[in-house]
């Protein structure tokens, strides 16, 4: 277990002290002003943002504090993106306030991050994403070649350039890739 580990467990035992002073801030902030004590209100608060904000700064700046081989190792190369230290901050922030949106506004894309990982799938950026999506054109056409619905005579350009004009009966000629 990781938290019995000598150098490991002063250092987690700071990071669980510091996640809950930041909860306490955060909760504090809400509840200035808040109408009938109605947390579930606080994301349509016009102060949210800056409030939020404000937090998820002085999250950030939570840091390891210790022996410096090990903070070398916690704040190593970022495995996505994301240092050893962001996920086990991430994870604690989770396991102390997991019933609360709080862990989601400081921590939500590391919390995603394992939880992606933990099921052996691997995160794809947004912008890598729509490069990846097959085009559902292409799909349907890919299928008709496959069951012989694009005739060969229905090829165009040179031979070899990959291409191939297939009548998809909505009066839409639609040109697709195919392999040579």
């Not at 801030?25 to 002003?33: G, I, L, T």
């Not at 943002?49 to 950030?60: M, S, T």
């Not at 396991?95 to 052996?120: D, H, I, Q, T, V």
């Not at 054109?137 to 890919?142: D, E, I």
């Amino acid at each position: 277990m990781v938290a019995k580990h000598p150098q490991l467990t002063p250092i987690l035992d700071k990071l669980k002290g510091d996640i809950k002073d930041l909860n306490l801030h955060w909760s504090k902030s809400f509840a200035k002003n808040r109408v009938f004590g109605n947390v579930k209100d606080d994301e349509l608060r016009a102060d949210f943002g800056p409030i939020r904000d404000d937090c998820y700064e002085r999250y950030q700046t939570i840091l390891p504090q210790g022996d410096p081989f090990v903070i070398q190792l916690l704040l190593g190369p970022p495995d996505n993106n994301f240092s050893q230290w962001d996920l086990i901050k991430a994870s604690m922030t989770y396991k102390e306030f997991y019933l609360l949106n709080f862990p989601w506004w400081m921590a939500g894309k590391e919390l995603c991050f394992l939880k992606a990982r933990s099921r052996g799938v691997l995160p794809v950026a947004a912008e890598m994403y729509a490069m990846l999506k097959p085009d559902a054109r292409f799909v349907r056409l890919r299928m008709a070649e496959i069951e012989g619905r694009v005739e060969e005579d229905s090829v165009i350009g040179e031979e070899g350039d990959g291409c191939a004009l297939s009548d998809n009966g909505d009066d839409e000629d639609v040109v697709m890739l195919v392999d040579d």
